[in-house]
């Protein structure tokens, strides 16, 4: 197994551009979610998805839009890309069915916005 | 809303040195807690997952407690090693079979040789 994978590993944007950050996993997990990391604030969730076709916001949503169209992919889409979004993102998934399963992380995709 | 704190912020110690971190949070509703390891640059990697029902988790060297009453864990690693150096995060869960992690700021350890 791959485990989670993202892409890209480096990105830099200029305010106003959109990009999508990609999450995959092949654990065949039905709980996908994002953070975000940044300095003396912890990661903090943006996203979560508990199936395909299932999304909710978590504790910082605005500025980004999420889908899961299948159990694999979960990207995330910044539409307006603002420096306050300059951040390092990890994606996580685990199995839902109990609260014993850990979490998995991907390697995390780390973007500036100037 | 649920806080969590962990303390140190860093830690530098000699090699062999036995060590606690700290974690503690303000909600003692929670379904499990999660210790990770996070290397410079890259994703988090679980070392322990406790659940709310029990007291510790033990693999190799490392020993993780939970009081859910008092809302403490304590992160123990024995015999300690350069290659130990890293950030430890601990996370709490809530939400859907505890999918919903809140995390604290991490504990930077330093081993030197």
């Known amino acids: 197994n791959a485990g989670v994978t993202q892409t890209p590993k480096f990105q830099v944007l200029k305010t106003g551009q959109s990009m999508t950050l990609q999450c995959a996993q092949d654990?065949?997990?039905?709980?996908m979610s994002w953070y975000r990391q940044d300095p003396g604030m912890g990661l903090r969730l943006i996203h979560y998805?508990?199936?395909?076709?299932?999304?909710d916001q978590g504790e910082v949503p605005n500025g980004y839009n999420v889908s899961r169209s299948t159990t694999e992919d979960f990207p995330l889409r910044l539409l307006s890309a603002a420096p306050s979004q300059t951040s390092v993102y990890f994606c996580?998934?685990?199995?839902?069915?109990?609260?014993?399963?850990?979490?998995?992380f991907g390697p995390g995709t780390r973007l500036t916005v100037t | 809303k649920q806080e969590v704190t962990q303390i140190p912020a860093a830690l530098s110690v000699p090699e062999g040195e036995n060590l606690v971190l700290n974690c503690s949070f303000t909600?003692?509703?929670?379904?499990?807690l999660q210790w990770f390891r996070q290397d410079p640059g890259k994703g988090l990697t679980s070392l322990l997952l406790?659940?709310?029902?029990?007291r510790e988790q033990t693999s190799g060297r490392l020993n993780a407690s939970l009081d859910k009453s008092s809302g403490r864990s304590t992160l123990y690693i024995a015999a300690s090693q350069p290659g130990d150096s890293a950030t430890y995060l601990c996370?709490?869960?809530?939400?859907?079979?505890?999918?919903?992690?809140?995390f604290g700021e991490g504990t930077q350890l330093t081993v030197n040789p």
């Open positions: 654990m065949n997990h039905e709980y």
């Open positions: 996580a998934s685990k199995i839902l069915a109990s609260s014993s399963y850990e979490q998995y």
């Open positions: 996370a709490v869960s809530r939400g859907t079979s505890g999918s919903r992690l809140t």
């Open positions: 909600d003692s509703a929670i379904y499990n």
């Open positions: 998805s508990v199936g395909a076709g299932i999304t």
């Open positions: 406790i659940q709310s029902s029990q």
